[in-house]
């Protein structure tokens, strides 16, 4: 071999290292590339499923603030019968004493002596979970 077949074969070799290194780049710039459009893809999938439970959490917090607010508007209106009824009884009671008749041998005024003990009772377990609720779900 002479010098100049020497020298192309020596500046051969060199070329070609450097060409090595480049591939190299080029491989791991296409292996990152890789795992970054799989992790887009892997965060866009995330975000949905996300939204979709932040959605859920949203239309059920909606749903529930309604649910509360009949509620206690189903509350105010037992409370307002109650009320009524327990004025109904105050008269039929007075009207009963003036004509001698025992309230306790009038079905009806037993019965609705109960219904107003019941009303209340009810009033009473409901009307804090009705309150506490519309004041957590306002956040």
């Given at each position: 071999?002479n010098k100049?077949?020497?020298?192309?074969?020596v500046l051969?070799?060199?070329?070609a290292?450097?060409?090595?290194?480049?591939?190299?780049?080029?491989?791991?710039?296409?292996?990152?590339?890789?795992?970054?459009?799989?992790?887009?893809?892997?965060?866009e999938?995330?975000?949905?499923?996300?939204?979709?439970?932040?959605?859920?959490?949203k239309?059920?917090?909606?749903?529930?603030?309604?649910?509360v607010?009949?509620?206690?508007?189903?509350?105010s209106?037992?409370?307002?019968?109650?009320?009524?009824?327990?004025?109904?009884?105050?008269?039929?009671?007075?009207?009963?004493?003036?004509?001698?008749?025992?309230?306790?041998?009038?079905?009806?005024?037993?019965?609705?002596?109960k219904?107003i003990?019941?009303?209340?009772d009810?009033?009473?377990?409901?009307?804090?979970?009705?309150?506490?609720?519309?004041?957590?779900?306002?956040?």
């Amino acid at each position: 071999m002479n010098k100049e077949q020497s020298i192309q074969s020596v500046l051969r070799k060199l070329s070609a290292e450097p060409m090595k290194v480049e591939l190299s780049n080029i491989n791991e710039l296409a292996q990152f590339t890789k795992q970054i459009m799989s992790q887009t893809s892997n965060v866009e999938d995330s975000h949905k499923v996300a939204q979709n439970k932040v959605d859920l959490i949203k239309k059920a917090k909606q749903d529930a603030k309604q649910d509360v607010s009949d509620l206690a508007r189903t509350i105010s209106n037992l409370d307002a019968n109650i009320e009524r009824l327990d004025g109904a009884m105050m008269a039929f009671k007075r009207n009963a004493q003036e004509l001698g008749v025992n309230i306790k041998d009038v079905r009806e005024a037993v019965v609705a002596e109960k219904a107003i003990a019941l009303g209340k009772d009810t009033i009473a377990k409901y009307s804090r979970f009705a309150d506490d609720m519309s004041k957590s779900l306002i956040g």
